[in-house]
């Protein structure tokens, strides 16, 4: 089946260390998205990728990396200098043309 | 910059009621206009979409109306479900990002 896929589904860091999410699709879409979500805030846009090697930072992307060597997979690495990273994050990708982006089941990080 | 609001943060409606969910956006230089819905601890899912050029849009139960002159867009659910509740978002296609509303949290009342 085609989909997106992200893990784990849970993870929990201790402050200072840096922790990579995981993002794969099979979709074949070019363009993949990571958005932090936060209660009553809705999505905010981390970082996007239109294209391999080529990502773009979007609202709130300080203290966050990614990387886009292959179209499949769009890792996030949420490095300590992100001062609250405690949430639920959430990948998607989506496809030139199309309005419909799809999302994967999300991962919710917790700081201990 | 873009950004995308909504008028009530969370609305209950008795089982087989319509539901309307509104929304409001800031920037008119938009393509598309959607609606997505996320289940707890899930990611969320595309329910429909309209197109800047249009007004009104029906799918499965669902309608969607877009209102550009006051920028402002809704989601109508017809005789709603338990299996409806959950939040509902509106986002706004600017290019090829999407831009999202804080949501509006939807519970049916048996």
């Known amino acids: 089946d085609g989909g997106i896929t992200q893990s784990p589904k849970y993870l929990f860091r201790k402050e200072g260390q840096n922790v990579t999410l995981s993002c794969e699709q099979n979709l074949n879409h070019d363009a993949m998205y990571w958005y932090r979500q936060d209660p009553g805030q809705g999505l905010r846009l981390i970082y996007y990728s239109q294209i391999v090697n080529d990502f773009q930072k979007g609202d709130i992307a300080e203290g966050y990396s990614v990387s886009r060597e292959k179209k499949e997979s769009f890792p996030l690495t949420v490095t300590s200098a992100q001062k609250n990273p405690t949430a639920f994050y959430l990948c998607a990708s989506s496809t030139q043309g199309r309005t419909e982006a799809f999302f994967g089941q999300g991962t919710r990080l917790t700081v201990v | 910059g873009e950004s995308v609001g909504l008028h009530l943060p969370t609305l209950s409606v008795q089982e087989g009621d319509n539901s309307i969910i509104n929304c409001a956006y800031s920037?008119?230089?938009?393509?598309?206009f959607i609606w997505y819905k996320q289940e707890s601890g899930k990611g969320p899912q595309f329910i429909i979409d309209i197109r800047s050029n249009m007004d009104k849009r029906q799918g499965q139960r669902v309608t969607v109306l877009l209102n550009k002159t006051v920028k402002h867009l809704s989601l109508q659910i017809a005789a709603t479900q338990p299996g409806d509740s959950a939040v509902y978002f509106c986002?706004?296609?600017?290019?090829?990002?999407?831009?999202f509303g804080p949501g509006t949290r939807l519970s049916v009342l048996p």
């Open positions: 920037n008119s230089a938009s393509d598309y």
């Open positions: 986002a706004v296609l600017y290019g090829q990002n999407f831009v």
